[in-house]
């Protein structure tokens, strides 16, 4: 079965600094992968996704996430945090059957 | 394109009690999930509909919940003689076929409290 691994359930910059989001994943067979973004008390949306093909995808809010098969990882990066990007994010890879398998999370605060 | 909609997007209860919630998934997306979230913790499926028929169900779904979907459009999440372990966020997702089936888009949740 395929699933996912964050890293560090909680991440603080600066605001202005880049930011690192750590996941990996485990799969049997080529994997779909997700990054979505949840703001309190509120519902998950899509960051960005990689299906197939190029190998950087580019997101919402200028977030990228890169998928590196010899790493296993789709890290998730900004280049400049803003304070409006503290939130929950979760990595998520399709297990077929129509079902995400989602990761615990990492929660990002922002300093100013 | 409204986006998911659910309601109430918070339910008090006390423990024994039978609640229900109700989603109603972007119009013209065939597909709709039900995930469950507790505190600190990612979402986890429990269920999927295509159109109005129940393809896949987790074994989380213990017999105490039921899900419709009648007519394939809005659905419910039903759960009888709730326990305090039911506390967490049920959220509820759609996506439509094709090359586009992996993108499920969410729904604000609601929030179950069970005292």
């Known amino acids: 079965a395929q699933s996912v691994t964050q890293l560090g359930s909680h991440v603080s910059v600066s605001e202005g600094a880049l930011v690192l989001l750590r996941c990996n994943y485990s799969s049997s067979v080529p994997p779909y992968l997700f990054w979505y973004v949840q703001y309190p008390n509120q519902g998950l949306q899509l960051l960005l996704k990689?299906?197939?093909?190029?190998?950087l995808v580019k997101g919402i809010n200028g977030f990228e996430a890169e998928f590196k098969k010899s790493e296993t990882s789709f890290h998730l990066t900004k280049p400049s945090a803003h304070m409006s990007d503290a939130a929950e994010y979760f990595c998520?890879?399709?297990?077929?059957?129509?079902?995400?398998?989602f990761g615990q999370g990492t929660r990002l605060t922002i300093n100013p | 394109d409204t986006g998911v909609s659910q309601n109430p997007r918070h339910k008090i209860t006390k423990r024994g009690q039978n609640v229900t919630f109700r989603c109603d998934p972007i119009s013209e997306h065939n597909r709709l999930y039900w995930y469950r979230q507790t505190l600190g913790q990612g979402p986890e499926f429990l269920t999927y509909f295509q159109n109005e028929a129940q393809l896949e169900k987790s074994r989380l779904l213990s017999d105490r919940f039921s899900a419709e979907r009648p007519k394939g459009s809005f659905s419910t999440l039903e759960i009888q003689r709730t326990e305090q372990g039911d506390s967490a966020m049920y959220l509820c997702?759609?996506?439509?076929?094709?090359?586009?089936?992996?993108?499920?888009?969410f729904g604000p949740g609601t929030r179950l409290t069970v005292t």
């Open positions: 990689y299906t197939t093909g190029a190998t």
């Open positions: 997702a759609s996506s439509s076929g094709g090359q586009f089936t992996y993108e499920q888009y």
């Open positions: 998520a890879i399709y297990q077929g059957a129509q079902k995400l398998v």
